[in-house]
Every structure is written in C-alpha cells, then in structure tokens.
C-alpha cells in the first residue's frame, strides 16, 4: 500500500485531480462566465508554454541521466537550461497548464485552483527536495540554492 501511495503522491497526478476539480466547479458552480474568448485562447497558449517548459526541463534530466521523479536522489545537479532560472521548471509548468485551464474553462468559480496548487507543490514537494540537493550535492547544492529562484 505505501508503494502505491508513493507512486500516486507526485505532482502529476495532484495536477490532474487540482484540473477535474476545476472543471466540476466550472460546470455544476460556475458563478459567473467570466473569461470570454480572448481569455481561452489566451488560456490554450498558457497551457502551450506550460507544456513547453516542462519538455525543455525534460530533456535536461534526459541529457544529465538523472531520475526525474520527485523522491528520487538526483545523480547530477542541472544548473543549465531552464534550471539557470527557476529551481522548479517542472512545478512551475504545471502551474502555467492550471492557470491556462481555469482560463479555457472560462468561469470564476476554479481561479482559486491554481493558487492552492501551487501553494501544494511548494510544500510538499519543493522544499523537501532542496533538502535533497544539499544533502546529494553539498555546497555546490546550496551555492544553486542560494542563487537560482525556486519559481522565478
């Protein structure tokens, strides 16, 4: 059971759980129709560049051959690319595909959503992981601490 539950407990799976609640606030609560057109094309190139920001932090761990799950121990620490900019390129494209989801959907009742997401990945998985860097990676980790944003 705890492997499933570790298996289950990544931020993928909370970002599809955070994008079906959205969606049920959007069609059974909406409040208001909000966002019109503008904003859900706006909102499907938000998810685009979340997308796109988590592929080009991807390939980084594909080059470094590196685990790419969360709870993993890193074997190199990526400091290029994305990772020149935000500590958590990955968490950070999620949080873009949310947002861009709340604003296709188009109703004001889910724009909470992302926010909650966000403040979930920052706690439960961000900032635990540093811990893993300094540990795995000693000053060079903290020195990358130190001087790279966790978001932007």
Known sequence: MR?????????????????????ILARELPLIMAFGPVFRVGGGL?????????LWAAWFFYRAKTP????????????????KYSRNPIYLGMVLILIGWVLVLGALSPVLIPYLYFWMVDQRFAAPEEEG??????????RYIQTTPRWI
């Open 3 to 23: 492997a499933l539950r570790a298996y289950i407990d990544i931020p993928p799976i909370w970002l599809f759980l955070a994008a079906a609640v959205a969606w």
């Open 46 to 54: 938000t998810i685009a560049v979340g997308v796109a920001v988590i």
């Open 68 to 83: 790419i799950e969360p709870r993993h121990t890193p074997k190199a620490l990526i400091t290029s690319g994305p990772f």
């Open 133 to 142: 860097l300094r540990h795995a990676f000693g000053v060079e980790g903290l």
